[in-house]
Nanobody, 125 residues
Framework: QLQLVESGGGLVQAGASLRLSCAAS????????MGWFRQAPGKEREFVAT????????YYADSVAGRFTISRDNAKNTVYLQMSSLKPEDTAVYFC??????????????????WGQGTQVTVSS
C-alpha cells in the first residue's frame, strides 16, 4: 500500500516554471507506475503525464508535451513534474497517482490504485 503526498504548487505568472513533487510511503515504490493528473474547476480529472516503474518510459498529454517533464527518484520514493512555460489554462489541482500497472495503462484515470490529496497550481495571465 502507498500513501502519496504532493507538494510544490502555488501561484505563478504565465511563462514561469514550477516543480511539483509527490512523496510516497512504502517499500514497493519502484514497482509502481506513477502519474500526474489535473482537475480544473467544473472539469473532469485529466491525464497529464505518466512514468514507468524504473523511469524508462514516459507519456504526456498533448497539451503539456514539450513543456512538462515527469521524472522519478526511486531511492527517494519521489516522483516529480517539472512544468515550464506555464499557461493560464494549466491552472488546476494536480494529483499524483500510482498503479501496479504500466505507464501506458495509467494514462486512464480509472487505472490509479492510489491517489494523493492534490496541490493547487494557479497561473495568472
Amino acid at each position: 500500500q502507498l500513501q502519496l503526498v504532493e507538494s510544490g504548487g502555488g501561484l505563478v505568472q504565465a511563462g514561469a516554471s514550477l516543480r511539483l513533487s509527490c512523496a510516497a510511503s512504502g517499500r514497493t515504490f519502484s514497482m509502481y507506475a506513477m502519474g500526474w493528473f489535473r482537475q480544473a474547476p467544473g472539469k473532469e480529472r485529466e491525464f497529464v503525464a505518466t512514468i514507468s516503474p524504473i523511469g524508462a518510459v514516459t507519456y504526456y498529454a498533448d497539451s503539456v508535451a514539450g513543456r512538462f517533464t515527469i521524472s522519478r527518484d526511486n531511492a527517494k520514493n519521489t516522483v516529480y513534474l517539472q512544468m515550464s512555460s506555464l499557461k493560464p489554462e494549466d491552472t488546476a489541482v494536480y494529483f499524483c497517482a500510482a498503479a501496479r500497472s504500466t505507464a501506458q495503462a495509467l494514462r486512464y484515470v480509472g487505472q490509479g490504485d492510489y491517489w494523493g490529496q492534490g496541490t493547487q497550481v494557479t497561473v495568472s495571465s
